[in-house]
C-alpha cells in the first residue's frame, strides 16, 4: 500500500496496491509541469486509487485534448495525470508518495533530453 499527499496536505490519497514500477521522463511537458529537471510518474489502476481527502481542491488541467494533468489547488503539487483514451490508469506522480516502497525507475523516457549533469545507475 503507498500513501502519499500534496504539500499542503489538503490533498491526500491511498493506493491499495503496490506500484509496478516507475518512469523518469525528460520530455519538456514534464519537465515544464514539475518545474524540475525530469518527471517521475508511475502507472496505476485506478480502481486501487482512493482520495481520502480534499477533492475540492483538486484541478484539472488539459494540456492537449485527452491528457489532463491533476494538481492541488491551494500549493500546486502535481498529484497524477490521465488520458481519457486510457482508460482506469492514472500516472501517479512519485514526488508526492509519503509511505510505502517506491521501486527504483525501469525506464527513462526521452532520454535524448536527459540533461549531461544527470547520471542515473543502471542505464
Known sequence: M??????????????????PQSILCFCQ????AQG??????????????ELLQGHP???????TENKARVFCSQCGSPIYSFRTDLPNV?????GT???????????????QHQPDFICIHGF
Do not use: M
Open 57 to 63: 481542491y483538486l484541478t484539472e488541467y488539459f494540456h
Open 36 to 49: 524540475a529537471a525530469f518527471g517521475w510518474n508511475s502507472p496505476i489502476d485506478q480502481s486501487k486509487f
Open 90 to 94: 492514472l500516472r501517479l506522480r512519485l
Open 97 to 111: 508518495v509519503t509511505e510505502g516502497y517506491v521501486p527504483a525507475p525501469a525506464e527513462l523516457a526521452y532520454q
Open 2 to 19: 503507498i500513501q502519499g499527499q500534496c504539500l499542503c496536505g489538503a490533498v491526500q490519497y491511498r493506493y491499495h496496491a503496490e506500484l
Open 29 to 32: 511537458h514534464c519537465r515544464l
